[in-house]
């Protein structure tokens, strides 16, 4: 099993509302990552999670929390989102962490608009 | 510290000609190299990567990338263009600094015409 999935694939969430994004992998990766995309722009690094601790957050606001659950699962709980935060949120993951040789397996993602 | 250029912001070929999409790269250290294909509304897929082993790299679909550390490239290219290669394409380098962080090219777009 080759795949990352992730739910939902389309959410939309009023700015007062709480959600989550749920990611899962099952290739005893133990690195996991949350990447938000804007249209036509690259994909931008939010956190990295290692080992299931969170290693680097790329000063998200904390609106956005982060959790790693176990070493299948990571999931980005949203609360009090801005329109701005609409995007395609990217989840990924890949063999070992700090080891630069690995590729990332990604996600399909999910689309998400905040009215 | 670390940074790539992708050259094109798009590329545009007619179906059955060759493709080549250009990437730059800076690195303090031996950097890994990527290629990454996304389709519209998709997530990235892995399309090759070069990882300080052969020089010249093939990947999946018929494209192939080689390394050039002289000219600090890595360029993608692939023979004959197929209508189902119209995507965006990124190049990622990935290294020690940053904390093993990958940092992604602008990305450049393809469109393959009839």
């Known amino acids: 099993d080759t795949e990352v999935t992730q739910t939902p694939k389309h959410l939309v969430m009023g700015m007062t509302n709480k959600k989550s994004l749920k990611c899962e992998q099952h290739?005893?990766?133990?690195?996991m990552y949350w990447y938000k995309q804007k249209a036509k722009k690259p994909p931008e690094l939010m956190f990295v999670?290692?080992?299931?601790?969170?290693?680097i957050n790329e000063s998200v606001p904390s609106r956005f929390s982060p959790e790693c659950p176990n070493s299948s699962l990571l999931n980005l709980h949203l609360h009090a989102l801005q329109p701005e935060d609409s995007a395609l949120y990217l989840c990924a993951s890949s063999h070992r962490p700090r080891d630069r040789d690995y590729e990332q397996y990604f996600g399909p993602g999910t689309r998400l608009t905040v009215t | 510290a670390q940074s790539v250029t992708q050259l094109d912001s798009h590329v545009s070929v007619s179906e059955g000609t060759p493709v080549l999409l250009r990437c730059n790269y800076s690195s303090s250290y031996s950097p890994s190299l990527f290629w990454y294909v996304q389709h519209p509304n998709k997530g990235l897929q892995l399309l090759l990567k070069y990882t300080s082993a052969a020089t010249l790299v093939k990947g999946i679909n018929g494209f192939e990338a080689e390394f050039k550390k002289s000219e600090t490239s890595f360029h993608l290219t692939k023979p004959s263009a197929h209508m189902s290669d119209a995507a965006e394409y990124f190049c990622?380098?990935?290294?020690?600094?940053?904390?093993?962080?990958?940092?992604f090219g602008a990305g450049t777009r393809l469109f393959v015409k009839a």
């Open positions: 990622v380098v990935s290294g020690r600094t940053g904390g093993f962080k990958t940092i």
């Open positions: 999670y290692s080992y299931e601790k969170l290693s």
């Open positions: 290739m005893g990766h133990r690195a």
